[in-house]
């Protein structure tokens, strides 16, 4: 994996982390730090995963950022669902 690759990743997680924190509906329950750490941490893992497909992971092309923003995504809406939920009665 490139600079380029890491510091796409590190961007894409930041932005997507910015911007599930806006999409959510009143008070957020996850702190912002949570949310832009779990960004990150998802776009590596679709650098990986866009790597392992065949993508070259040679930074900012199309591909990867689509994966890496997908992986982001979904790693943010799940943080976002579950964070301050109890499930104590």
Do not use: E, H
């Not at 510091?7 to 996850?30: I, M, N, Y």
């Not at 960004?39 to 790597?51: D, E, I, T």
């Not at 930074?59 to 689509?66: K, T």
């Amino acid at each position: 994996m490139t600079v380029a690759a890491l510091v796409s990743a590190v961007v894409v997680g930041l932005v997507v982390g910015a911007l599930g924190r806006l999409a959510v509906p009143g008070r957020p329950t996850a702190p912002l730090w949570l949310t832009l750490v779990v960004g990150v941490v998802g776009a590596l893992a679709g650098s990986v995963v866009a790597r392992l497909a065949g993508a070259n992971g040679q930074g900012f092309r199309l591909v990867d950022v689509v994966v890496q923003a997908g992986m982001a995504g979904v790693g943010v809406v799940l943080v976002a669902a579950t964070a301050g939920r109890s499930d104590s009665a």
